[in-house]
């Protein structure tokens, strides 16, 4: 049982993290996060462990020991991304990992003008 879940909740993580590189997951998540091909129910996990991890009410306080509290915010935060990675159309996470160009066209148009120098 202990490998199952390492198995479903690691892997799809270490298989993203291949895919990308490691500064990249935030901004992919907060790109689904604001993207309309997601769906509200795959975003729902993300919000819910956030929520989690701001919240004062935890299952282990955060000053029993100190890091030992905080297991269980990060615990609830990579099992959101796991499942929010593992539902995510492939074809939807291809389009957020793809930076866009953004095109001034103003700054390729030339101006041809005269000038006049004020004292």
């Given at each position: 049982m202990y490998n199952?879940?390492?198995?479903?909740?690691?892997m799809p993580i270490l298989k993203l993290l291949q895919i990308l590189s490691f500064y990249q997951l935030p901004k992919i998540?907060?790109?689904?996060?604001?993207?309309?091909?997601?769906?509200?129910?795959?975003k729902l996990p993300i919000i819910l462990s956030i929520v989690y991890l701001i919240s004062p009410f935890d299952i282990i306080p955060d000053l029993l020991k100190p890091?030992?509290?905080h297991l269980d915010d990060i615990f609830a935060l990579i099992v959101a991304i796991?499942?929010?990675?593992?539902?995510?159309?492939?074809?939807?996470?291809?389009?957020?990992?793809?930076?866009k160009k953004k095109r001034n066209p103003k700054k390729d148009q030339i101006?041809?003008?005269k000038y006049k120098i004020i004292k």
């Open positions: 199952y879940a390492i198995v479903v909740i690691i998540l907060f790109r689904a996060l604001i993207s309309r091909k997601v769906s509200v129910w795959l890091g030992i509290g796991s499942i929010f990675i593992n539902f995510i159309p492939k074809k939807t996470l291809v389009e957020l990992t793809k930076k101006i041809d003008a």
